[in-house]
């Protein structure tokens, strides 16, 4: 994706192909995409205070490594890992408070004070060893069901269980299988299970006549990118691919829709902390690796008939999509051009790649969109060394 315009500026449209219908549901086919390369750099990233906390607790870790080895060598069969775990609070600069529960399964206290008196360091009992925790781990997500649980694994830590669901749904379902997890296995749970934003916000809800997500965090996916626009007909999201066979699009529990600042519905993250921009309805999408759902809900079919239903992991815009700020960087610095021209020519091709390709998509036929020149210089084979 090395493409450069030499186009004039575009100037956004209203979306084409938007219209209520009898029922009173939404019609979008076609929408004005962003612009496509907004900054000459990566998005900025603000860590969470998880984020703080992982980074924090892992030179914590690496600190104390001279003294949780000879722990770890002198009570094999013994030790059960640590638990790092934090307390809210002021401490290390807002962090708060951080503890290393240190399992074992025999004397625990005097175990521990054999190594170390530092009082962030706490005895606990275990009820298995670090020589057991691969199998135990393993058989336990197999247990749960890999959809829900998978093993994870850390240098001087516990075992853990990353938990796909959210808090209260694994309660619930540890409490009706009867379930003992070993007290050193730590259970992992995502913010990402749990958004804290609606799926639907009021000004679009009437708009739509089902949003189904799946109830989980998504597993890891082959890294793949595929593209294609997500189009809205009389309340239904489609996938609207080549042919007569569009599938009815189910997304990720993180998502949602809403109407940006401009008036036009788009999709957006559900989890205040994180906003990255997404795309609007009716543009083409990299929509990642695409998962047919073998058994989607009941009430989407109902509501929008019976097609085959399609997970999409991804909702970012086709155009700009990647690391194409770089490529305008190089393109300015090939060409002898000011950054802010390089930029402005960018966005005006890929506006009109994109305006071409929502054509070709609507009227059912072939047509070539803009090209534009690449951007990255690939030098020639040099000749056979003899």
């Not at 850390?154 to 009706?176: C, H, K, Q, V, Y």
């Not at 990255?276 to 990642?288: C, E, I």
């Not at 759902?293 to 991804?314: F, M, Q, T, Y």
């Not at 002898?336 to 009109?352: H, K, S, V, Y």
Request: glycine content about 8%; proline content about 8%.
């Amino acid at each position: 994706m090395c493409l450069l315009p030499m186009l004039a500026a575009c100037a956004e449209e209203p979306a084409v192909g938007s219209s209520g219908n009898e029922s009173g549901f939404a019609t979008i086919l076609e929408a004005p995409p962003y612009t496509p390369i907004e900054r000459l750099g990566p998005e900025p990233h603000t860590p969470t205070l998880a984020d703080k906390r992982s980074r924090f607790t892992d030179r914590i870790e690496e600190r104390n490594l001279p003294m949780l080895r000879k722990l770890k060598s002198g009570e094999i069969g013994n030790f059960g890992g640590i638990e790092w775990r934090w307390i809210d609070g002021s401490d290390n600069g807002g962090l708060g408070t951080l503890r290393g529960i240190t399992y074992f399964l025999r004397s625990p206290q005097q175990s521990l004070s054999r190594y170390t008196s530092d009082p962030m360091f706490s005895a606990a009992r275990g009820d298995f060893s670090r020589v057991e925790q691969e199998a135990l781990a393993r058989n336990w997500a197999i247990r749960i069901g890999r959809d829900v649980a998978s093993e994870g694994f850390g240098n001087m830590s516990t075992p853990w269980l990353s938990i796909a669901i959210p808090r209260d749904r694994f309660e619930a379902m540890r409490e009706a299988k009867g379930w003992d997890i070993p007290v050193n296995l730590t259970l992992r749970f995502s913010d990402f299970a749990e958004p804290d934003l609606p799926q639907l916000t009021d000004d679009v809800r009437n708009a739509i006549r089902y949003f189904p997500t799946a109830e989980q965090v998504a597993g890891p996916t082959p890294d793949i990118a595929t593209f294609d626009a997500i189009v809205l007909r009389d309340g239904c999201f489609f996938i609207d691919e080549i042919g007569d066979d569009d599938p009815l699009a189910m997304f990720s529990i993180g998502t949602g829709v809403y109407r940006d600042a401009d008036g036009h519905m788009a999709f957006r993250s559900r989890y205040s902390f994180h906003q990255p921009r997404l795309a609007r309805v009716g543009t083409r999408m990299q929509l990642g690796y695409r998962d047919e759902v073998a058994n989607p809900p009941a009430e989407l079919i109902e509501a929008c008939g019976d097609h085959r239903v399609v997970l999409v992991k991804s909702l970012d815009q086709a155009a700009g999509y990647g690391g194409q700020w770089f490529d305008v960087k190089q393109y300015a610095k090939r060409e002898g051009i000011g950054e802010t021209d390089a930029l402005r020519a960018a966005n005006a091709c890929l506006l009109m790649q994109e305006k071409v390709l929502a054509q070709a998509r609507l009227e059912g036929r072939n047509m070539t969109p803009p090209a534009c020149p690449q951007v990255m210089h690939i030098p020639p084979t040099p000749p056979p060394t003899g």
